[in-house]
């Protein structure tokens, strides 16, 4: 079943007599495996609001991610919370869309500093199991009335309802980026080095250790000058850990990517686990 608007969504659902397999694009076949019906979501498109202005966004949940982050584009604003793409680490061909990142959560490097998705979500419009059509939330950052329903389905995989529109806040596109990379072996003082620049007042965006190439990666962004002044403030400070070498803009978005896709475990066998811990604990987790 591929509703077209709502109301079809929500007719849908309420004429179920089984558990329904929810899908949107395609490219996470992730979390508790469900035997049911296929609804899927991905014909609920369109951008139904763009305030630049305000900073916020309504899209309907089918919605592809590349639609949403053009139009951004033209405003040279996006989604600060830098979503994941997992069709290269899953083997999937699939169209990301945004309420599949919503209902997962899914949210990239940097959430240190910005938050996740669920941090920018403003509202949403979703059918709950008995067909009714619910809203929490509103298309403005001041709406903080009610139960707030609106983080509490961000992340629930669809358990417990189908997304069928959202709202959300993005933030001004940073006028450059850039990458102090520094050669550290031993992840124990990795760690050590990343702490370090995230308790610094340089405002670090982003921060990765690559245990297989040695490499300890933090990104900056904002003004052009500024970024330069905590470029080279920042590789001061980790100049102890090891060699500093500094990435401008283009080449540090491609590192990036390639950290927020987890591309270096594409085309591996095995399973990919994602373990949540205190960073400091990592280094003996790996060990």
């Known amino acids: 079943m591929t509703p077209k608007s709502e109301t079809e969504l929500a007719a849908a659902i309420a004429d179920a007599t089984g558990p329904l397999h929810i899908t949107g694009g395609g490219t ?50 996006r989604l600060a919370f830098e979503p994941m793409d997992h069709r ?62 609106v983080k509490l389905l961000t992340g629930s995989y669809g358990t ?26 031993d992840d124990a003082r990795a760690v050590a080095a990343m702490s370090a620049a995230l308790g610094s007042p ?24 500024s970024v330069a002044y905590r470029s080279e403030q920042l590789s001061k400070l980790l100049a102890p850990f090891g060699t500093t070498t500094i990435s401008e803009t283009q080449e540090s978005e491609a590192i990036w990517t390639a950290v927020r896709d987890v591309t270096p475990f594409a085309d591996q066998d095995g399973d990919v686990w994602r373990v949540s811990l205190k960073p400091s604990d990592a280094p003996a987790a790996v060990a």
């Open 28 to 77: 996470r076949p992730i979390g508790n495996p469900v035997v049911g019906a296929a609804l899927g979501t991905a014909k609920l498109k369109g951008i139904t609001l763009y305030e630049p202005g305000a900073l916020t966004l309504v899209a309907q949940a089918g919605t592809p991610l590349a639609d949403i982050e053009k139009a951004l584009a033209k405003e040279n604003q």
């Open 88 to 149: 290269a680490l899953l083997g999937t061909k699939g169209t990301p869309t945004i309420g599949g990142i919503v209902a997962a959560n899914v949210s990239g490097p940097r959430r240190v500093s910005v938050g996740a998705c669920r941090d920018h979500m403003l509202g949403v419009r979703f059918v709950d199991g008995r067909g009714t059509v619910i809203k929490n939330g509103g298309r403005v950052m001041k709406n903080v009335t009610g139960y707030d329903l």
């Open 160 to 185: 417990l309802g189908v997304l069928s529109e959202v709202s959300l806040k993005v933030l001004p596109r940073p006028d450059t980026s850039a990458t102090i990379t520094v050669a550290i072996d």
């Open 202 to 225: 340089f405002e670090v965006s982003g921060a990765a250790h690559d245990p297989a190439t040695g490499q300890t990666h933090l990104r900056i962004e904002g003004f052009t000058g």
